[in-house]
């Protein structure tokens, strides 16, 4: 059974993290707005879109230090169903926009692990002929077998080790979303109940 270890990272580390990487992506959009426009071209509309459940919190964060003019457009997609610690393969459960033609999109997520989650949204979102897709974790688990899928994120927040978190929107089957700090699990190997 897993329960709560200890505490990885702070909720005041990670309200300031969220808040720099918010910073940092309106500055690069601003600029890339700039940039089309001197070359004559007119910088689509910027549009945000989190992966549901988990990027739940990160992103309420993240756009309230953005102060960018932005739509959010949320998917849900799921690849860790009920009490799996390890990716079973990503599902679309459905809300994927298919109208961002011409678009400045940002994918956020609250983890990188297998890849697989956001490699199929980012070729699903790339294949509409987006202006820009960027990708953003809050954190970015680290294999050192690599990913199933080997996908680049232009924004992490933290580099961690590979093992299971819960809190700050991540989950075990279902539950401790709505933990403030970024915990490690302890498993003392028997089932769950
Ligand atoms: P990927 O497709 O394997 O990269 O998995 C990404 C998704 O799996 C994330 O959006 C999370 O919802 C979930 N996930 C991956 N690692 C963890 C973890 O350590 N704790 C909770 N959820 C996780
Ligand atoms: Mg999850």
Do not use: W
């Not at 990716?87 to 609250?110: E, H, K, N």
């Not at 199933?148 to 819960?166: K, P, T, W």
């Amino acid at each position: 059974m897993l329960t709560i270890r200890g505490v990885l990272l702070e909720r005041q580390a990670i309200a300031q993290r969220v808040e720099a990487l918010g910073r940092q992506i309106a500055a690069d959009l601003q600029a890339e707005g700039d940039r089309l426009q001197a070359r004559g071209q007119t910088p689509g509309p910027i549009v945000m879109v989190p992966v549901l459940t988990g990027a739940l919190v990160f992103t309420a964060d993240l756009i309230r230090a953005m102060g960018v003019k932005m739509s959010i457009r949320p998917v849900t997609l799921s690849s860790y169903p009920g009490k799996s610690t390890t990716s079973q393969g990503v599902t679309v459960q459905g809300g994927v926009p298919t109208d961002l033609a011409g678009a400045r999109v940002v994918i956020v997520d609250d983890i990188l692990d297998s890849g697989r989650t956001l490699g199929l949204l980012r070729r699903l979102i790339s294949a509409q002929n987006p202006q820009s897709v960027r990708l953003a974790v809050l954190l970015d688990k680290q294999k050192a077998a690599g990913r199933d899928e080997d996908v680049s994120v232009e924004y992490a927040g933290f580099v961690i080790a590979d093992e299971f978190v819960v809190g700050y929107g991540l989950d075990f089957d279902g539950y401790y979303r709505n933990l403030p700090d970024i915990c490690t699990m302890h498993d003392d190997g028997r089932p769950e109940a």
